[in-house]
C-alpha cells in the first residue's frame, strides 16, 4: 500500500487541526467585529462572500499545481514535480496582482453590482473591508500554492505550523486594533492582510529545501512552460469555475438575505460561520483525498485510490457525526457570543439545527467523493454538476422560496440542501463507474 496508517495520520492530524485554527479565528474576528454592530458584521459577512469567489480561484490553480506534482511523485519524477511547484507559483501570483488591481480600481461598482442598495453603514464597512483585504491576494496565492504542495509531499505539518503562526498574528492584531485602537471594520482587515504576507514569506523560504521531494531549488527561471502550465490549468481553470460559479451563485443567494434586513443578514453570517465547524472534518480530510488521490493515479493504483477514498470518506462522515451532535446541542448557547438581537438569534439557531441534521446524510457524497475524480484528472464532469446543480437549484430555489413563498432566511438554507442531493447522486453514479479512471491513464 502507498500509505500506510501512520502516514493517513501524519496528513489528516495536521489538517484538522489547521482548519480547527483558520475557523477559530473566523469566528474570533466575527466576534470581535460584532463590538462595532450588526451593521459591521452584516459589510464583513458580505465582502467574505466575494472574497471567498476570487480565494477559491487561487485555491483551484494551487489545486491543479498539487495534483500535477502527486502525479509526478507517484511516478518518481521528482524534478518534473519541481518544475510544476515553480510553474503554479509565478502563474498564481500574477494573476492574483491582476485580480487586486482590478477589485480595488472598481471596488464600488462591484459591490453596488452585487449587493445592491444595502444599508448606508454597511456598504461603508464592506468598502473599507474589501480594500484592504484585497491588498492580501498575493500573498494569499503565494500561501495557498506552497500549502497545497507541502500536502502532495505528506508534509501536512508545515502548512499547520505556518497557519498556526498566521492566525496568532490575526487574533492578536485584531484585537489590538479592534479594542486597542478602535479601528471598527478595518481592525478586522489589516491583521489579515499582515498575517497572510508573513505566512507567505515563511512557507515560499521552506520550498527552497534541497531534503524535499518537491522544492523551488534551481528552478526560479521567468516565463511559463507551456506544456506544464496545459497540465495545471487543465485541471484548475474547470475547478476554478465550478468554485467560481459556485459561489456566484452564493452571491445572489446572499442578495435575497440582503432583502431581508440586517437581522437576516448577521444571522446567516454566524451561521455560516458555525456551519463551517459543522463540516470542518470533511473539509480537512477533502485536502488529503486530493493528495492521497493523486500520487496512487500517478502510480497508476486505481485499486488503491478507492480503497483510500472510502477510508478516507468514512472518516470523514464519523467526524461530520461527531461535530453536528455537538452543535445541534450547543448552538443556542454558542449564539449568544454575537450579541445578536432577539430575530438574527432565533434565525441562526433555527438554520444551524437544520444544517446540522442534513449535513449527517449528504455533505460527504457531495463535496469529499468529487475530489477523487479532480485528482484522477476527471474535472469537466464534476463542475458541469456542480455549475448545473448550483444555478438550477439552488439559486432558482432560493429566489422562489423567498419571494414566492416568503420563508425568509431558513428557504435559503433549504434550497442548498436541494443542491447537496442532487450532487450528491450524480456524483455518486460517477464514482461507481470507471471512465474517471481513463484521465489519469491520459497523463
Known amino acids: 500500500m502507498l500509505y500506510s496508517n501512520r502516514d493517513l495520520k501524519r496528513l489528516i492530524v495536521p489538517l484538522l487541526v489547521e482548519q480547527v485554527l483558520a475557523i477559530a479565528v473566523g469566528m474570533a474576528d466575527t466576534i470581535m467585529v460584532s463590538a462595532a454592530g450588526e451593521a459591521a458584521v452584516s459589510g464583513v459577512s458580505l465582502v467574505d462572500t466575494v472574497n471567498i469567489l476570487l480565494i477559491n480561484i487561487f485555491s483551484a490553480l494551487a489545486t491543479g499545481g498539487a495534483v500535477v506534482a502527486g502525479h509526478f511523485l507517484g511516478k518518481k519524477k521528482k524534478e518534473d514535480a519541481s518544475r510544476a511547484a515553480w510553474q503554479i507559483l509565478e502563474f498564481a501570483t500574477l494573476l492574483a496582482f491582476v485580480i487586486s488591481a482590478i477589485f480595488i480600481a472598481a471596488h464600488n461598482q462591484l459591490l453596488r453590482l452585487m449587493f445592491g442598495q444595502i444599508e448606508p453603514e454597511v456598504m461603508r464597512a464592506s468598502r473599507i473591508y474589501l480594500i484592504i483585504t484585497t491588498l492580501s491576494f498575493p500573498a494569499l496565492a503565494v500561501y495557498n500554492s506552497c500549502a497545497a504542495l507541502f500536502r502532495a509531499m505528506n508534509s501536512a505539518k508545515v502548512t499547520m505550523l505556518v497557519s498556526l503562526l498566521m492566525n496568532a498574528i490575526n487574533v492578536v492584531g485584531n484585537a489590538f486594533c479592534i479594542y486597542g485602537l478602535h479601528m471598527d471594520v478595518a481592525g478586522v482587515a489589516v491583521p489579515t492582510t499582515i498575517s497572510r504576507y508573513v505566512a507567505a514569506i515563511v512557507i515560499f523560504s521552506l520550498m527552497f529545501d534541497e531534503k524535499k521531494e518537491i522544492n523551488l531549488c534551481r528552478q526560479m527561471r521567468p516565463g511559463f512552460d507551456g506544456q506544464l502550465i496545459k497540465k495545471i490549468l487543465y485541471i484548475a481553470v474547470p475547478n476554478g469555475l465550478e468554485n467560481s460559479m459556485f459561489q456566484m451563485g452564493k452571491i445572489l443567494v446572499i442578495s435575497a438575505v440582503s432583502t431581508m434586513g440586517t437581522a437576516a443578514i448577521a444571522a446567516n453570517a454566524v451561521a455560516n460561520t458555525l456551519a463551517s465547524w459543522n463540516i470542518l472534518p470533511g473539509v480537512a480530510i477533502n485536502l488529503s483525498v486530493v493528495s492521497v488521490v493523486s500520487v496512487c493515479v ?3 493504483e486505481y485499486g488503491q485510490a478507492r480503497f483510500y477514498t472510502k477510508k478516507l470518506c468514512l472518516m470523514a462522515e464519523a467526524g461530520m457525526i461527531v461535530m453536528s451532535s455537538i452543535l445541534f446541542f450547543t ?7 454575537y450579541h445578536l438581537g432577539p430575530e438574527a438569534y432565533q434565525m441562526t439557531v ?12 449528504l455533505w460527504v457524497i457531495s463535496f469529499s467523493l468529487p475530489n477523487t475524480l479532480r485528482a484522477a484528472g476527471d474535472v469537466v464532469v464534476p463542475m458541469v454538476i456542480a455549475t448545473a446543480s448550483m444555478w438550477l437549484f439552488r439559486v ?16 435559503i438554507w433549504v434550497a442548498m440542501i436541494i443542491d447537496w442531493g442532487f450532487r450528491a447522486i450524480c456524483y455518486f453514479v460517477r464514482y461507481k463507474g470507471h471512465k474517471w479512471e481513463l484521465f489519469g491513464q491520459k497523463d
Open 298 to 300: 500517478g502510480a497508476g
Open 331 to 337: 448552538v443556542p448557547y454558542i449564539a449568544l457570543l
Open 350 to 361: 433555527e438554520v444551524m439545527r437544520f444544517h446540522t441534521v442534513m449535513a449527517v446524510f
Open 396 to 411: 432558482v430555489a432560493a429566489y422562489i422560496f423567498t419571494y414566492v413563498f416568503h420563508f425568509g432566511l431558513l428557504g
